[in-house]
């Protein structure tokens, strides 16, 4: 996001690399826990999918029961 004023800004210190370093490990961090909440959610939709496969499923065998008593 700021990245690209960080070069000037730390010109004039010595330890700017560190700084920048610092900076950029952070920024990594950030984005990977960015990344696991995506994955979380992703999961939790995931099963939510299969759930949901798996009630139509139930539902759609015990309509096939009730038809086949029916006959």
Same mark, same amino acid.
């Given at each position: 996001?700021? %990245?690209? *004023? =960080? @070069?000037? *800004? *730390?010109?004039? *210190? @010595? #330890? +700017?690399?560190?700084?920048?370093? &610092?900076?950029?490990?952070?920024?990594?961090? /950030? $984005? !990977?826990?960015? =990344?696991?909440?995506? %994955?979380?959610? =992703? !999961? /939790? $939709?995931?099963?939510? /999918? !299969? &759930? %949901? &496969? &798996? $009630? +139509?499923? #139930?539902?759609?065998?015990? $309509?096939?029961?009730?038809?086949?008593?029916? !006959?």
């Amino acid at each position: 996001m700021y %990245s690209h *004023f =960080l @070069p000037l *800004f *730390f010109h004039d *210190f @010595p #330890e +700017r690399h560190c700084i920048y370093a &610092a900076f950029i490990s952070y920024q990594l961090s /950030v $984005i !990977s826990y960015q =990344l696991s909440v995506i %994955s979380y959610q =992703l !999961s /939790v $939709i995931s099963h939510q /999918v !299969s &759930a %949901s &496969a &798996a $009630i +139509r499923t #139930e539902h759609l065998s015990c $309509i096939k029961a009730w038809l086949s008593c029916g !006959s």
